[in-house]
């Protein structure tokens, strides 16, 4: 379903005020060859400034790569010009860490989700009455009451706000969704909810997902296959039981490690 071979995102350092020239060049994703199947989370985990956050802008050519291509469904999206893949970007979805600064604080739920099932079906536009019966689907989907579709996030618990982003993110129907740190940022017993959620909306939608933490424990949870990238590249990558059980990078096995333990 989506396919990277070679990847590679690369930003000049330069440096001078007014000839400025480059000096080095740093190497955010260096070489990234994945592919994932309908239906499968991929879990991408790895510390702070491994190259996570750029790999998924790439992915979605919100930052264009250097080289490599990145093909969806078939299209390669590298050779497209700019105004082609503007079209296609409704089929890639984000949700992010902050679900508070991720949502407009001046719209309400309903026009927040209003927005974003109207960027697919702009129709619904015209029929006010279908809008809100997709708003209210969409709420229930995510363990929303649809009674508070009229109030504002800053009403709404975090729990709650990240159940808005995923639903915003579900809305246009797109054929990939990218979490990046969706649960990072929740109480613990928010964080299970979120996961199960995003498990429930997996196996009634068939969604595809990049799963994207530092936290190896979550992602085991969640992901059929895991990748871990250190530095710009993956550095491991096979199904989660085994790179948890059986690491063989010592990058992996350090990440292990640093998972809290119960002393018994």
Not at 88 to 109: E, G, K, W
Not at 140 to 152: A, D, I, T
Not at 212 to 218: E, F, N, P, T
């Amino acid at each position: 379903m989506l396919e990277l071979k070679d990847v590679k995102t690369h930003f000049p350092v330069k440096k001078g005020l007014i000839f400025t020239k480059q000096v080095d060049t740093v190497k955010a994703v260096n070489g990234i060859t994945l592919s994932i199947k309908q239906g499968e989370i991929l879990g991408l985990v790895g510390e702070s400034g491994c190259g996570k956050s750029t790999l998924s802008r790439t992915i979605m050519q919100l930052i264009p790569s250097t080289e490599g291509d990145i093909t969806l469904e078939g299209l390669n999206l590298t050779k497209l010009p700019r105004s082609e893949v503007r079209k296609h970007r409704l089929d890639f979805q984000m949700i992010f860490q902050d679900p508070y600064a991720s949502l407009n604080p001046r719209m309400t739920i309903f026009s927040t989700l209003a927005e974003a099932l109207t960027q697919r079906h702009p129709n619904l536009k015209k029929n006010k009455s279908k809008l809100t019966e997709a708003v209210v689907a969409l709420m229930e989907r995510c363990g929303l009451n649809p009674s508070f579709m009229q109030k504002y996030p800053h009403e709404f618990s975090g729990g709650q706000r990240q159940r808005i982003a995923i639903a915003r993110a579900l809305a246009p129907e797109p054929k990939l969704i990218i979490a990046d740190e969706p649960v990072s940022a929740l109480d613990v017993s928010i964080q299970s909810q979120i996961l199960n959620l995003l498990l429930d909306l997996r196996r009634d939608l068939n969604l595809t997902m990049i799963f994207i933490s530092h936290d190896l424990s979550v992602v085991r949870y969640l992901a059929d296959n895991i990748a871990v990238m250190y530095k710009g590249e993956i550095v491991e990558y096979g199904d989660s039981e085994r790179v948890f059980n059986e690491p063989e990078h010592s990058y992996t096995k350090r990440l292990l490690d640093a998972i809290p333990h119960l002393e018994s």
